[in-house]
T-cell receptor, first 115, second 113 residues
C-alpha cells in the first residue's frame, strides 16, 4: 500500500542552524502538507502546497520556513534559523485532490530537537 | 481557540466492549471530519471519515456518527481490542477536504485485556 515517507526520523541541531526535512508523498497525490506537534500539544497545520505553490499557510509558517518540491517526488520543509521552540514532531501529509480522494495520509514524522 | 475539542484526555475500556470517543466542534464551516489513530513515535493513521451530508459512516469495527445540530461527532469501536490502544485524534476541515485539518488534542484509549 502506498505510504508517505519522511527522512530523517530524528534530527538534532543547534539553535540558529538551518534544517531541511524531507518527505516523499504518495505518488499520485496532488496536495501536500506540513504539520507539527509540539510535545504534549495538538497537531497544528503549517502549510499546504498545490500546483507548485503554497496554497495556504498558518501564522506559525513565518519567514523562517519555506517549502519546495525540487523534483517529481520530494517535498521539503526548510527552517532557515532554528529556534528552541521549533523543537517538535514534523509530519508531512498528502492527499489525492479532486476526484482522487480528499483524505490526508500522514508520514511517520521527523522528530526535531533544537539545542 | 479550540475549534475542535476532545474533552476526554483518556478512556479505559475492557476488551470486547464498546469504546466511544467524543469530539465537539465550534466552526460551522467544517463539513468534513476524520478520525486518526496514533501510536507513539508514529504519524497519525487515517481511520474513518464522514462528510456533513451524512450522519453515520461505518467501516468494520469503526463507526462515526455526526450530529450537525449539536456540532458533535463520535467514534464507536466495537468490539474493542488491545491493539486499539492508541491516541485518537478528531480532525475537521471546511470545503470537503484538501484543505488544512484542524485537530483536537486527542484521547488516549487503553483497551484492557
Amino acid at each position: 500500500e502506498p505510504e508517505v515517507t519522511q527522512t530523517p526520523s530524528h534530527q538534532v541541531t543547534q539553535m540558529g542552524q538551518e534544517v531541511i526535512l524531507r518527505c516523499v508523498p504518495i505518488s499520485n497525490h496532488l496536495y501536500f502538507y506540513w504539520y507539527r506537534q509540539i510535545l504534549g500539544q495538538k497537531v497544528e497545520f503549517l502549510v499546504s502546497f498545490y500546483n507548485n505553490e503554497i496554497s495556504e499557510k498558518s501564522e506559525i509558517f513565518d519567514d523562517q520556513f519555506s517549502v519546495e518540491r525540487p523534483d517529481g517526488s520530494n517535498f521539503t520543509l526548510k527552517i532557515r534559523s532554528t529556534k528552541l521552540e521549533d523543537s517538535a514532531m514534523y509530519f508531512c501529509a498528502s492527499s489525492g485532490g479532486a476526484g482522487r480522494g480528499q483524505t490526508q495520509y500522514f508520514g511517520p514524522g521527523t522528530r526535531l530537537l533544537v539545542l | 481557540d479550540q475549534q475542535v475539542k476532545q474533552n476526554s484526555p483518556s478512556l479505559s475500556v475492557q476488551e470486547g466492549r464498546i469504546s466511544i470517543l467524543n469530539c465537539d466542534y465550534t466552526n460551522s464551516m467544517f463539513d468534513y471530519f476524520l478520525w486518526y489513530k496514533k501510536y507513539p513515535a508514529e504519524g497519525p493513521t487515517f481511520l474513518i471519515s464522514i462528510s456533513s451530508i451524512k450522519d453515520k459512516n461505518e467501516d468494520g469495527r469503526f463507526t462515526v456518527f455526526l450530529n450537525k445540530s449539536a456540532k458533535h461527532l463520535s467514534l464507536h469501536i466495537v468490539p474493542s481490542q488491545p491493539g486499539d490502544s492508541a491516541v485518537y485524534f478528531c480532525a475537521a476541515s471546511p470545503n470537503s477536504g484538501n484543505t488544512p485539518l484542524v485537530f483536537g488534542k486527542g484521547t488516549r484509549l487503553s483497551v484492557i485485556a
